[in-house]
């Protein structure tokens, strides 16, 4: 759960995704917080339709995938996995576990190359990228800064997210914003 099931950032890439469901949609979720803060009745339908398609495909990941009307490569996601692989690989190398160091290695250095696409210099973040459209989801989150976290991010990359958070913190009073508030 990142917390960024209504961001701006899935809105292009969700509207190709049919909102029409077999499933009956019962809102709890507006009950206890503000329905502006939550997404939308067709955003839901949207989600549920997906659901019901992975279900469909029995929840094969290949299948899932093949069918997918949403396919979205997200920083925030792959960041996160990218420092538990690494974690994975300091326990691997202290506890002698040399084919699985190896095969986590793999894993790193393939999640490395990906995450080092979606760095966008015009945003001074890392963007997600829309896997349907082939291109970056122009939308800066904080999820952009998780990198960081993942110890993606080259020296320069670090100096202009740095710029980047000093140019939020501009903008608004409580930093750091999900989206970037300009």
């Known amino acids: ?36 803060m939550r997404p939308r009745g067709a955003e839901y339908q949207r989600y549920i339709h997906l659901v019901e398609l992975y279900r469909d495909c029995g929840w094969q990941p ?14 925030g996601t792959n960041a996160i996995l990218l420092r538990a692989e690494r974690d994975l690989a300091a ?13 986590i290695a793999a894993r790193i250095a393939r999640l490395e190359r990906g995450l080092a696409r979606l760095w966008s210099e015009a945003h ?4 997600s990228r829309d896997l349907i459209a082939e291109a970056p989801i122009a939308v800066a989150t904080s999820a952009g800064l998780l990198p960081l ?15 980047t958070l000093c140019r939020w913190g501009g903008i608004v009073a409580h930093p750091v914003p999900s989206t970037a508030p300009d």
């Not at 960024?4 to 019962?26: F, G, H, K, Q, Y």
């Open 1 to 36: 759960e990142t917390g960024m099931d209504n961001s701006p950032a899935w809105d292009a890439a969700l509207a190709r995704v049919p909102a029409a469901t077999r499933t009956e949609i019962r809102r709890r979720d507006t009950a206890h917080v503000d329905a502006g």
């Open 124 to 127: 001074g973040v890392f963007l």
């Open 62 to 75: 290949a299948a899932m995938l093949a069918r997918a009307p949403f396919r979205v490569a997200d920083v």
């Open 149 to 163: 976290f993942g110890q993606a991010a080259t020296p320069a990359q670090v100096a202009a997210m740095a710029a």
């Open 91 to 103: 326990m691997a190398a202290r506890f002698g576990q040399a084919a699985e160091a190896m095969e």
